[in-house]
């Protein structure tokens, strides 16, 4: 090869590399956007509430130094914040479970139905997102109201199912129900698709083989839909943790979650130094939850890799 065949090798080998960094130089350029609004609108304020929930407040309401953790340790060490912050795990995790078991048969019957029933199912489930949460929390206080006059009191006496009314209303049972019905389409819909993406000669082997109904829901159905089941449960655990209106509206002064209770102190007591350390709790109980579900997700991936 002659000194000028081994140039334009060379530009020719150039101009490929250069071709294939410039799709991804575009693609850069196009998340420039979002990284700036999210750099604005999102870690910004994250950063401010860290520091202000490691300042203190005087008696003129002026946030400064000295810095200190106590704020952190109020939250734990004094037992009414405790209970507000395990009740926020118990709801959640309650709530994630149920929406979990009234979400598989619901989404075999999309995937698995004909394209009329599927779409029907997919309209009941989506329908509810389009009224506003407000709406819906009142809804169900009217369902669930204390006394004789509630729906489902009236229901169950006249029935006779019950000779008492129930205290159902501003109990954590309310808000697990206001929260489920709001919350259960995010667990659908990712089941849905998962559960999509399953080859039916793998069920149909399973059954020829001799398996009952359950053992291949148990052995392939639910392996196979762990994907779908994580990001599902992790969306109703978040969304739940983080919610403010259902528990306000169902859940009354007996069923506080950290939503309320970083409401009642930024806006009732002034308090934004706790305030800002119970958000920054919440937070990093979310993305610790995340975290696990995509190291979940990760290391299902490499064992089927392996």
């Known amino acids: 090869m002659t000194t000028s065949d081994a140039a334009v090798a060379l530009s020719d080998s150039a101009t490929r590399q250069g071709s294939r960094w410039r799709p991804q130089l575009s693609a850069g350029y196009l998340a420039i956007p979002m990284l700036v609004f999210l750099t604005y609108f999102f870690f910004y304020p994250a950063i401010g509430l860290l520091f202000s929930s490691i300042q203190t407040q005087n008696s003129k309401g002026i946030i400064g130094p000295p810095f200190t953790l106590a704020?952190?340790?109020?939250?734990?060490?004094?037992?009414?914040?405790?209970?507000?912050?395990?009740?926020?795990?118990?709801?959640?995790?309650?709530?994630?479970?149920?929406?979990?078991?009234?979400?598989?048969?619901?989404?075999?019957?999309?995937?698995?139905?004909?394209?009329?029933?599927?779409?029907?199912?997919?309209?009941?489930?989506?329908?509810?997102?389009?009224?506003?949460?407000?709406?819906?929390?009142?809804?169900?206080?009217?369902?669930?109201?204390?006394?004789?006059?509630?729906?489902?009191?009236?229901?169950?006496?006249?029935?006779?199912?019950?000779?008492?009314?129930?205290?159902?209303?501003?109990?954590?049972?309310?808000?697990?129900?206001?929260?489920?019905?709001?919350?259960f389409p995010m667990m659908v819909l990712p089941l849905a698709s998962a559960l999509g993406k399953i080859d039916p000669n793998l069920e149909d082997a399973a059954r020829m083989l001799g398996a009952p109904w359950w053992k291949v829901f148990l052995r392939v159905t639910l392996p196979l839909s762990m994907p779908g089941f994580v990001a599902g449960f992790t969306l109703v655990f978040s969304l739940t943790a983080g919610s403010f209106v259902i528990p306000a509206i169902l859940g009354g002064a007996s069923a506080i979650m950290l939503g309320n209770l970083i409401e009642q102190q930024i806006f009732v007591v002034y308090d934004w130094p706790f305030g800002a350390a119970i958000a920054l709790v919440l937070v990093g109980v979310v993305f610790a939850v995340n975290g696990f579900s995509m190291w979940l997700l990760e290391g299902r991936r490499l064992r089927r890799a392996t």
Do not use: C
């Open 71 to 183: 704020h952190y340790a109020r939250l734990i060490d004094v037992d009414l914040y405790a209970r507000v912050f395990w009740n926020t795990l118990r709801i959640s995790v309650i709530t994630s479970l149920l929406a979990t078991v009234l979400a598989y048969p619901v989404a075999l019957v999309m995937v698995k139905s004909r394209p009329l029933i599927t779409r029907i199912i997919t309209l009941i489930v989506i329908a509810p997102l389009i009224v506003s949460v407000v709406v819906r929390g009142y809804g169900w206080q009217l369902i669930l109201q204390n006394g004789p006059k509630g729906m489902l009191n009236w229901i169950l006496m006249t029935l006779h199912i019950t000779d008492a009314p129930l205290s159902i209303l501003y109990t954590e049972t309310a808000v697990i129900i206001g929260s489920l019905h709001v919350f």
